[in-house]
């Protein structure tokens, strides 16, 4: 069938459905691409959304199901110690020392520092000009972890943490264009110390949703052009920390970034504009690939890797055309773009009438050493929209993040077929998968549930090093509650409960934490 001809089957079938801005960045625009569509396009880039149109009619006939699953009723889940030992087991199978797996937890500066203002931070700035409107509360002080660290670190101890990430705020590094702060350099290079004197590996993040306002106002990630000034940066601090550092990470989830800022309008700059987005992700995949040759030229040994976050989106009704065009345009857009750009190095984007984007960079599957998976849920679509989660027994305090352990499994399997193991094969060495974000805000911080989610969520991690995959370490979010981009004290993740009505912002181990931090601490005697 002729492309014109399928275009206007689709057209058809799906009528006009109401599409929601979601997580799934790009997929708010998929009735856009359909309703618009140009046959008059690229042949090569046709040919692509034609191939999405022809995988929507092939599974929708074949699917019986909504999403993968697991018996939870009949599955025996793990008490710390056995899955402990059946780790370390399962990571010697593999041919790895138990020693090479980290378990630990993150933090976010701008979500726990407290040291941002709106005259120097892009977020800052944001909260001000957004508050009862986008933003409910600023991050202020956040969790003051900045004069807090050396304590908070006695916690990570107390606990059992191997490894620690956290994130660097470039604008207390460069507030002004040119301008570094020495004093800010060091503090950092501090935090790093006292972890690696208690015993716990720094890993350290270059961005996390934040720039110094000049980068912003100069254009930031959408223009080419100011991706000297993000290596120049990602370079001075990784001299200040390299020999502390026990990995690097150029981009907290680059899409995330990208889509939310730029296509949704939700975080800054506050634009709605897919090829500003689009513009947006293909530069900070170029900025990672440059910081990564960069960071490599200072010191071949470090280890540098860009975190991938992933989102499933499944069809509500399985035999649904429409539902599961919106899924696999969705995965298109969203996924398929930063995995082909390391996998070969083609960058291709396609939205006919909205946007083309195609870039390529041979250098991009030689430009990473492990890759972190961030994971939390999938997402049900049904005639293009969002289905919302009616089970009180899987709902979060995130709307579109429902219990869905099952997830980390497909996730960790998807990110190497697609990522790790095509690097793999290109680079002749192997490209571990660190799960660098995975944890839950359950309805009232429930306890039980926040142990049922740790119970399940890393019986997944230990079946899928069971069935082979390279995974080398295990980071929840979050360390303590914290500053959730717009609200502060609402949603919480943290291991750690953190009263913000005390002026003493004091830390408390959430009973339902329980679990993972036993689970850390058993781990320690595998090695």
Known sequence: MKIRSIAILI??????????????????????????????????????FARCIAQAIWRSSRSQQTAFTWDWETIQTHEPKELAHKLADALRCNGKQPAEFLFGAGTAAHQVDGMCTADICSWSRWEQQQLGKLVESAAGNACDHWHKYKKDIQLMKQIGMQAYRFSIEWALIEPREGEFDDRALQHYADVCVEL???????????????DPIWFLDKGGFEQEANIAYYVRYCSKVFEALQHHAHMFITF??????????????????????????????????????????????????SQIGILKNIYQLDPYVPGSLRSHLGCT?????TN???????????????????????????????????????????????????????DPNKQTLHANYRLYPEGLYRAI?????????????????????????????????????RTQFYKQYLYAL??????????????????????????????????????????????????????????????????
């Open 462 to 527: 230990l079946k899928a090093i069971e069935d082979g995959y390279d995974v080398r370490g295990y980071m929840t979010w979050s360390f303590m509650d914290n500053y959730e981009w717009g609200t502060l004290g609402k949603k919480n993740y943290g291991l750690h409960r953190v009263d913000f009505e005390n002026a003493d912002l004091p830390r408390t181990l959430k009973p339902g934490a329980q679990y993972y931090c036993d689970v850390m601490q058993a781990y320690l005697t595998e090695h």
């Open 336 to 390: 398929d773009c930063m995995f082909n750009f390391f996998a070969n190095g083609q960058y291709n984007v396609y939205v006919p009438t909205k946007v083309y984007v195609n870039h390529y960079n041979p250098q991009a599957p030689f430009s990473t050493d492990f890759i972190g998976l961030n994971y939390y849920s999938n997402g049900y679509m049904h005639d293009f929209a969002p289905v919302a989660e009616t």
């Open 196 to 210: 690696v004197k208690q015993g716990i590996k720094p890993i350290v993040g270059f961005h996390h949703y934040t």
């Open 329 to 333: 345009i969705g995965s298109m857009l």
């Open 11 to 48: 057209v058809g079938l799906i009528g006009n459905p109401l599409m929601h801005a979601m997580d799934m960045s790009l997929l708010s625009g998929a009735w856009d691409i359909v309703q618009n569509y140009n046959p008059l396009s690229a042949c090569t880039n046709r040919a692509i």
């Open 252 to 301: 907290n989830s680059p899409s995330g970034y990208a889509m939310k800022g730029y296509l949704n309008g939700i975080v800054p700059p506050g634009k709605k504009d897919m090829q500003a987005a689009v513009e947006v992700l293909k530069n900070m995949l170029e900025s990672h690939v440059q910081t990564y040759q960069a960071l490599k030229r200072i010191n071949q040994n």
């Open 413 to 449: 399997q998807e990110v190497s077929e697609r990522l790790a193991q095509p690097m793999s094969q290109v680079q002749r060495r192997a490209i571990p998968i660190y799960v660098t974000e995975n944890g839950t805000a359950p309805l009232d911080d429930d306890n039980d549930r």
